[in-house]
């Protein structure tokens, strides 16, 4: 009969120090969310609507609106509906793809490529503002050439405010991509889910005052605005605990227990 050793200390530091860096395994995933065909265009696809809103604007807005806030603000409205989308893919690619067995064989510590999954995907949040932007700049050069007012007019706060927007944005599809684990599956019920909420909210008198506290279109339409009170952030919080932080927690639990095949 014979038995095995165990690795010696030093096989065992080796391995641990060669094991990928939380860095690296984002910068992986960053390229991931650009490998699948899906993921590709739905990434050209927020660049081209962003700069369509602006182009649009440029024929229909007066002279007087046309500055750098009135371009930037209108553009995070619908890349904020198409980022959920990219938090979806990136989570369940792995199991659509069948890619998970390779993922979690080489990182076996599966909260490490969740982590460094939702890290990627609050970069690309966060590009998708500085993708805003750009297009607002160009617009409001454009517009200056064209006659309009093109004022460059900023509130610094409304850059904090778009940025809390896209991740709260991306990390909530991210949370019901990890607990359904199925690409379908995850963006019906991402759309439908809070629709059904904002409907039954608005037709049952007794859910009118709970839903200004759990529909994420009205907690989060302050921050398309300078200025947000106390209160308007109580209620954004409270709406992410529900429809990100409570599917995103249930999700990881799935993930780490859902067996590979």
Known sequence: MTTSAPAPPAVAHRVERHRPSLVRLTGVELRKLADTRAGYWLLITIGLV?????????????????????????????????????????????????????????????????????????LAALASVLVSLAVAAVGTLLARATGGAGAWSFEASLLLHAAVLQVANVLMGAAFGLLLLNTPLAIVTYLLLPTLWTIVGGLVPALRGPARWLDTGATMEPLFGPDVTAGQWGRLVVSLLVWMAVPLAAGLVRTLRREVS
């Open 50 to 122: 962003a700069a369509a809103i602006v182009t649009v604007q440029l024929f229909v807005l007066d002279d007087g609106g046309q500055n750098f806030t009135d371009f930037f603000v209108p553009s995070l409205l619908p890349v904020g509906l198409l980022l959920p989308v990219l938090g979806i893919l990136s989570i369940t690619a792995e199991w659509s793809q069948r890619t998970a067995l390779t993922t979690f064989t080489l990182v076996p510590k599966r909260e490490r490529v969740i982590v460094a999954k939702l890290a990627a995907m609050v």
